[in-house]
């Protein structure tokens, strides 16, 4: 039966990740539990674990003649090959009956729609659910309930509730990401392993040095964070506003599943039937004696810093898949002559109903003379980022009429954030509710976003971190009023022409320069504040001034904006210029530079360079041989692996991925384009 606390339901939540370990969790003190099937999950890697489809049945039924709950993981990002495979796993779980079923991808809500299902939805953490209109927003789709981004605190969590009346899922036990939800394309772009398709080679857990104004600081794990431990502050979290407290586990084993379910079990019951007299740390000494990294309240209470960062059995796990130990950063692919030509072929096979004769340049500029030096070169839009890195400063309305004076034919956006707050949206409502401003459209980059905005008179442009995937995600979005959207940054070349081929509306994609992999609240600068340096050494390849992450393969610059958030970003530069000419005929609209990082002469130079290329389609192989990288030199991202929308399985191709990045051993070993000045990650 479930639990409840002055009228309000307080549901414990337990991971199970075989039938095995549930027919134990089930018997234990929780109220519900959640599990994957055999496929579209995010819990892929380990051979033998999820459920099969009979054990879905039954597992439904033993939960709900206990008097329990049953909810299935369907929140992997879907490409097109698994759009049938989804319906047809739907159908399945209608007739299953789990309690819900827990989403990701958008397309999975336009499936259920399609097939008129009755299927109650939570939201995925991996929907990095963060502020009132995005809640609001799922509520008009009917999603019952939301998992709240990792990194909200419980006064968010409280006022929410207050403000939508929506059920909140909270973790409070387990291992935490410091990145935010479906924001890591680390894993995706050098290793062809998607975060937000289960298969994520955990890059945030390698061993880095800082570096810093020609200074090297002590860090080890820099990005590694302890685990989640809310056991002491049950209270906090009944009165924040939390439904279910989520434990973090699906690939545990069943003891140490079973001893935290009966251990917070025990605390919630103690609170409801005591909670003057409740004891906070009954169990913290078994919890802790048994602790699989260190312990931490992350985000709960505010932004952890430097106590949050792991040092305990970190650069010793195991790829589940595999048995190989992985602990540090390996070799990633290198931009070659083959892999260009298997490239070409495929996309020479592709075609799209939204191409155009000649595609346009887009830039995303960190600050006006940026934007001005894309301008002069031929840029056919220009975003002003919502993110801006310092020591730049958010832009000016004054700069807005400055480059709408100047832009000419060229269309000019204000982007938001990508982590919007509510005073976040206070502002922007503010700048696009009052006089008209001289732009062409909003970038936005939530579902919040779309829905406050939408009805501001501004086209709507979709962000890449979005993550549209497939062709029912892309319509999901044009249905809400987008005009064109950005293809997710993590796609692989047999997903990427896919979409390409199916978009029901005109597709951006990013093509050239060192976009952000990860997009974190925590502070990396923090350690280079705190810590009195351990030696000297200049980065290679950007200024002194700014904060790379070091490993024996390269540096990954690290930039703060101006709201304090972290973007760590490639070492090398993405370049698709090779590939402009196949690009162009498979479709795609709008080839978007990320031009933040970069000096106004060399994006100057970058933006140019395209735009020949894109007039004059068969000059690109010569442009790209008189291109010098401006970093560690260039690499193909996602497009580097296959993925799997031929196959119609969940990244089909990323198997020899795993292989290669698990053995360290490069998996193109044709000659490369370009002298390799770096093999960093």
């Known amino acids: 039966m479930a639990r409840y606390f002055n009228g309000k339901e307080v549901e414990l939540l337990a991971p199970v990740g075989t039938f095995e370990i549930f027919k134990e969790v089930i018997k234990a003190n929780c109220d ?8 579209l999950n ?16 039954e597992a439904v039924k033993i939960a709900h003649s206990l008097g329990k709950k049953a909810y299935v993981t369907v929140n992997n ?34 499936l259920i729609k399609q097939l008129d299902l009755k299927i109650p939805v939570h939201s995925s953490v991996m929907m990095n659910v963060h502020n009132v209109e995005m809640v609001k927003a799922l509520q008009e789709m009917g999603v019952t309930r939301v998992v709240t981004s990792r990194e909200m605190d419980l006064h968010t969590t409280r006022y929410l509730q207050a403000a939508t009346g929506m059920e909140l899922e909270y973790f409070i036990h387990g291992d935490m990401c410091s990145v935010h939800g479906a ?28 570096k810093k104004d020609g200074n090297v600081y002590p860090s080890e794990y820099p990005l590694a964070v302890k685990d989640m431990f809310m056991y002491e502050h049950i209270p906090e979290l009944i009165h924040g506003g939390i439904t279910s407290f989520k434990i973090e586990g699906r690939m545990r084993d069943k003891e140490f599943v079973v001893m935290l379910v009966n251990a917070y079990g025990d605390a919630i019951d103690r609170y409801i039937n005591d909670p003057a007299g409740f004891e906070r740390s009954k169990d913290t000494e078994l919890l802790y004696q048994n602790r699989k990294r260190d312990f931490s309240t992350a985000y709960a209470f505010g932004r952890p810093g ?18 190989k130990v992985f602990s540090t950063p390996t070799e990633e692919r290198e931009l070659g002559v083959k892999r260009l030509d298997e490239i070409q072929g495929e996309l020479s096979g592709a075609g799209n109903k939204n191409a155009v ?3 346009e340049i887009s830039v995303h500029v960190n600050n006006l003379k940026q934007a001005k030096a894309a301008l002069e070169a031929g840029a056919d839009h220009i975003y002003l980022s919502g993110d801006v890195f310092e020591p730049d400063r958010p832009f000016t309305k004054a700069e807005i009429l400055e480059l709408a004076a100047v832009k000419g034919t060229a269309k000019l956006y204000v982007c938001v954030p990508r982590m919007m707050t509510e005073l976040q949206f206070d502002i922007y409502d503010a700048l696009l509710s009052g006089e008209r401003l001289p732009i062409d459209g909003v970038m936005v980059t939530d579902l919040g976003a779309v829905r406050k905005f939408a009805g501001k008179g501004y086209p709507l442009v979709g962000d890449f971190n979005l993550n549209v995937y497939n062709r029912l995600s892309a319509g999901f979005y044009k249905e809400l009023g987008l005009e064109r959207m950005t293809a997710s940054l993590e796609l692989p070349l047999l997903d990427f022409t896919a979409l390409l081929a199916n978009s029901p509306s005109p597709l951006e994609a990013i093509v050239h320069g060192s976009p952000a992999l990860m997009y974190m609240e925590h502070d990396l600068h923090e350690n280079a504040e705190v810590f009195e340096p351990i030696g000297e050494e200049d980065n290679h390849f950007v200024d002194n001034s700014v904060l790379v992450l070091m490993t024996d393969k390269g540096e990954n610059p690290v930039y703060r904006d101006a709201y304090g958030r972290n973007h760590l970003t490639l070492a090398k530069e993405l370049c698709l210029l090779p590939l402009v000419k196949e690009l162009k005929e498979a479709g795609l609209s709008v080839f978007r530079i990320e031009g933040a990082t970069y000096k106004p002469e060399q994006l100057r130079q970058i933006v140019a360079t395209y735009k020949t290329a894109l007039n004059e389609p068969e000059t690109a192989v010569e442009l790209f041989a008189g291109l010098a990288p401006v970093y560690a030199g260039y690499t193909l991202g996602a497009l580097q692996f296959d993925g799997g929308a031929a196959a119609g399985v969940g990244g089909a191709g990323a198997g020899s991925a795993e292989e290669d990045a698990a053995t360290g051993e490069p998996a193109d070993k044709d000659s490369s384009l370009q002298a390799p000045v770096s093999t960093g990650v």
């Open 32 to 39: 519900a539990v959640y599990f994957g099937g055999p496929s």
């Open 42 to 57: 995010m819990r892929l890697m380990r051979k033998g674990y999820n459920f099969t489809l009979e054990e879905i049945t």
């Open 77 to 110: 990002l879907l490409n097109e090959g698994e759009i049938e495979e989804a319906a047809t796993y739907l159908r399945f779980l209608e007739e299953a009956a789990p309690d819900a079923i827990i989403v990701q991808d958008f397309a999975v809500l336009a």
């Open 183 to 210: 924001n890591c394309y680390f894993s995706s772009l050098v290793f062809g392993m998607s975060s937000n398709r289960g298969k994520c080679l955990k890059p945030c857990r390698w061993d880095y040095r800082i």
């Open 306 to 323: 430097l106590s949050n960062i792991n040092k305990r059995y970190e650069g010793t796990g195991k790829f589940y898949s595999t048995g």
């Open 357 to 359: 004769a000649v595609p």
